[in-house]
DNA sequence: GTAAATTTTTAGACTAATCTAAAATTAATT
DNA sequence: AATTAATTTTAGATTAGTCTAAAAATTTAC
């Protein structure tokens, strides 16, 4: 087994990786571990020994097909859990990220497994990300950026790019959340804010800032 | 906040003085939580210096208020998370123990509470524990024991003694359960085995020991 | 009430994960 | 191409929790 720490330096390294391609570098990880440079070459050794990634001096890590797998398992997990928070026990959007950081690591496959069938298989989790299936099989979004969606077509609200809090908090503001069906009428070409209109007639107005952090799909 | 180690020995004490009053001593503890005596004094210097629990060389330890509150609120989120892999997820009694031991350190008061709301304010876990409230309030059980069951009078299964894997499965086997309605019709008096019967007229043998670690009180 | 047995504590060492400060390597700049 | 800047690694220390072995205190036994 392993530990909390190898996990979550497991899911650094894969998340990093998703955006970045591979020789992800000391740096970029100690910023998003919340660390110092010289633990995180630590730990790369020791996860290296390990056979969990591939690693060579002063040239980045890659995941090992081994160490990928486990980093997929603590997403589908992070994200079942908060899949249950939202759906079962009616926490916000804003409010699951935090506990399910702490729930990834509960480590049992039998609970998982009973986590997703008792959730009915969900696909996505509350901010619209895919939930990997156990076989570690992640089905990529193909959604688009509101900021780049056609005129006069109607969407559907499916994801976030920006994960935090006050995002989130800003869109429950003005009462945004998945599953809205709305459509550009119009876009200010000075800076980029654009008019949308909901299905249920409300007008809104987004900046670009705020347009091109939320992820639609085309409604049929 | 408090380790998982930290909350692993105040949950261990916790019990310890449950069954044996205060002044618990080293061994015992050591017992509990399956790791040498000298680790056990170095952890009690630990809790005493954080006022979790009072300790006089060579003289045992003693919960303090605010140790005890830790240790209580730790059972308590076991004893609901195991009520939740019982009654959502299917889990067998005899499978919920080792996966509650993960999540009872999982730190959100809001989890918490939602979690003990979404499973109807459960009053007992699956093996018949009472659940102590949010403020650390524990209803204590005044159920008997099965080989104490006075002959011919409707019980209902209420609780085990022993919590093993193995008495849960024999259990299971027999196909007896919290909420079996069961009445003792004759006892053995060389070696105390029962003859009981079921209120779906089903007959059945208990040795004593399996008997002294059945709990029931009477059926109204 | 002294000796033996048991329990508990201390002393010193180990592992996992972290840190600071300095050294080594690579990348950028002129 | 040489210097500067940035990144990465090493070296050595720190903390939490554990261990073994030995010392100290308590309890039990005669």
């Not at 969900?122 to 076989?135: E, L």
């Not at 869109?171 to 709305?182: A, F, P, R």
Request: aromatic share 10%; net charge neutral; hydrophobic share 35%.
């Amino acid at each position: 087994m392993y530990s909390y720490t190898e996990e979550n330096y497991l899911k650094a390294i894969y998340k990093l990786a998703e955006r970045n391609g591979d020789n992800i570098n000391t740096n970029a990880i100690a910023e998003v571990i919340q660390t110092k440079p010289a633990s995180v070459t630590d730990m790369i050794k020791k996860l290296s020994d390990k056979k969990l990634l591939a690693y060579e001096k002063y040239k980045g890590v890659t995941l090992t097909a081994k160490g990928s797998k486990i980093a997929i398992d603590v997403v589908r997990k992070h994200r079942l859990w908060e899949c249950f928070l939202y759906e079962k026990l009616q926490f916000g959007w804003d409010e699951v990220h935090e506990i399910a950081e702490q729930l990834e690591h509960i480590n049992s496959d039998r609970l998982t497994d009973k986590l997703d069938e008792f959730l009915g298989y969900p696909s996505h989790d509350p901010h619209g990300d895919p939930i990997p299936t156990k076989s570690g099989v992640i089905k990529k979004n193909n959604f688009i950026y509101l900021s780049d969606a056609p005129f006069n077509e109607w969407h559907v609200m499916s994801g976030v790019v920006d994960h935090s809090n006050s995002f989130l908090q800003h869109l429950n503001k003005i009462e945004v959340s998945l599953g809205c069906i709305l459509r550009v009428t119009d876009k200010n070409e000075y800076d980029g804010a654009l008019s949308i209109e909901t299905d249920k007639k409300r007008k809104l107005h987004f900046s670009n800032d705020v347009a091109k952090n939320i992820l639609v799909k085309q409604h049929k």
